[in-house]
């Protein structure tokens, strides 16, 4: 399905889902009407799918960076008008072909989101993220530098203070050049960007 049609359906579906037992329009996702904004906790997580990775996977070597998973723990502030601003922490258990056990992106990321409709019980979403990146084998560090998300998707109001996320995000990776010892590949230095495609789901709790 092409992505201008999953966007309209996406549109249609929240258009449709009942409007929130809340009489305030203004009523953050899952919030009471005489809350104005909450903190909020989330989990996230997800299928990680590589969509170019010629910068960790150059040519004539095995690829450290093929399909895997994603967990994410994120904090953030989420005001009345759908906007919020927060942080978190992520991590991906990647494929690694026998040149790692397991390869490791870990991120440190900032957050910038915002949820439309926010009278029904189910909002469309946009998130953008961007941080610091380590990656290496198991959680050891063998190269720094920086990640960046776009994302779309709905959150779905489960209770007062319970929210269900589902997010289709497209991540960019850019680290420094490394050598993976075991087979004495040289990796980052060839091609501007690696981008993967994650499918997400998750839950927000709101304090």
Do not use: K
Request: charged share 15%; glycine share 12%; with cysteine.
């Amino acid at each position: 399905m092409p992505p201008r049609s999953v966007a309209v359906c996406l549109w249609a579906l929240c258009l449709a889902a009942p409007q929130s037992v809340r009489g305030d329009s203004g009523d953050l996702p899952g919030g009471p009407p005489e809350r104005e904004g909450a903190i909020a906790v989330g989990f996230e997580t997800g299928l990680v799918v590589p969509l170019s990775t010629n910068r960790l996977c150059p040519t004539g070597y095995a690829c450290i960076a093929d399909v895997g998973w994603a967990v994410e723990v994120g904090f953030s502030y989420r005001w009345a008008n759908g906007i919020g601003l927060g942080f978190g922490y992520e991590f991906w258990l990647l494929t690694a072909n026998g040149v790692y056990e397991t390869t490791v992106p870990q991120m440190f990321t900032g957050l910038l989101q915002y949820s439309f409709l926010p009278n029904h019980a189910t909002h469309p979403l946009l998130r953008l993220r961007g941080g610091f990146l380590m990656l290496g084998p198991s959680f050891r560090v063998a190269t720094i530098g920086g990640t960046a998300e776009i994302g779309v998707g709905a959150e779905v109001e489960l209770s007062s203070d319970t929210v269900f996320s589902f997010l289709l995000t497209g991540n960019l990776l850019r680290t420094q050049s490394f050598t993976t010892q075991a087979d004495n590949a040289v990796r980052a230095v060839d091609g501007a960007l690696d981008a993967m495609l994650v499918l997400r789901v998750g839950f927000n709790f709101l304090l």
